[in-house]
């Protein structure tokens, strides 16, 4: 029975390792990837602020986006 557990044990250890250590580099790959997608979240975060102050900055040069609060303010006031 001792020699069978041995055995087992030294077929089964090895393998035990070589997945330990690969499951140990998937974690550290994760973690890695995490600050990525933190920085990438950021960034379109940016792209869209700078998309939003160009729209209202073109709205207010043009004087559209008066006549569109007055335009919105009448419907709801047409219909109340």
């Known amino acids: 029975m ?3 557990y041995v055995g087992l044990k030294s077929f089964v250890g090895p393998l035990w ?7 140990d580099r998937v974690l550290s790959r994760r973690r890695e ?16 602020a ?4 160009v729209l209202i900055a073109w709205a207010r040069s043009s004087g559209k ?3 569109f609060f007055d335009k919105i303010i ?6 109340a």
């Open 50 to 53: 700078a998309v939003a102050v």
């Open 17 to 23: 390792e070589q997945a330990r250590a690969r499951i």
């Open 65 to 67: 986006l008066p006549a």
């Open 74 to 79: 009448d419907d709801i006031s047409g219909n």
């Open 33 to 48: 990837e995490e600050g990525q997608t933190t920085a990438e979240y950021a960034l379109v975060i940016l792209a869209a």
């Open 2 to 4: 001792l020699q069978f």
